[in-house]
């Protein structure tokens, strides 16, 4: 079956940096674009960055742009997220999530994906 696990997630102080990584198993990791989302207790879960199939586009949410970095390797069907000048704000579970409707698009509504991991906390402390 599809799992998508998420590592990396941590406490860090703000200003400081963390990547999360996402592995991809039990699907064709070309055939999907691939997002991060984040949710706090009591919130929706929210768009944070997507990326087409190849790599060769990406979008952000405008709380994160800038900051930051969503990149993938289809040869290890991983997708990343690396998060630069962290805030408090930020403090979060962080998901994965591949959707195949279009893989060639940057589509950030979470309930046009497929699949789902199960979630990494990062807390920053001010």
């Known amino acids: 079956q599809v799992q998508l696990v998420e590592s990396g997630g941590g406490l860090v102080q703000a200003g400081g940096s963390l990547r999360l990584s996402c592995a991809a198993s039990g699907l064709t990791f070309t055939r999907y674009a691939m997002g991060w989302f984040r949710q706090t207790p009591g919130k929706e879960r929210d768009f944070v960055a997507t990326i087409t199939w190849s790599g060769a586009s990406t979008a952000y949410a405008d709380s994160v742009k800038g900051r930051f970095t969503i990149s993938r390797d289809n040869a290890k069907n991983t997708v990343y997220l690396q998060m630069n000048s962290l805030k408090a704000e930020d403090t979060s579970v962080y998901y994965c999530?591949?959707?195949?409707?279009?893989?060639?698009?940057?589509?950030?509504?979470?309930?046009?994906?497929?699949?789902w991991g199960q979630g990494t906390q990062v807390t920053v402390s001010s």
């Open positions: 999530a591949a959707q195949a409707r279009v893989r060639t698009g940057l589509i950030t509504g979470a309930g046009l994906y497929d699949y």
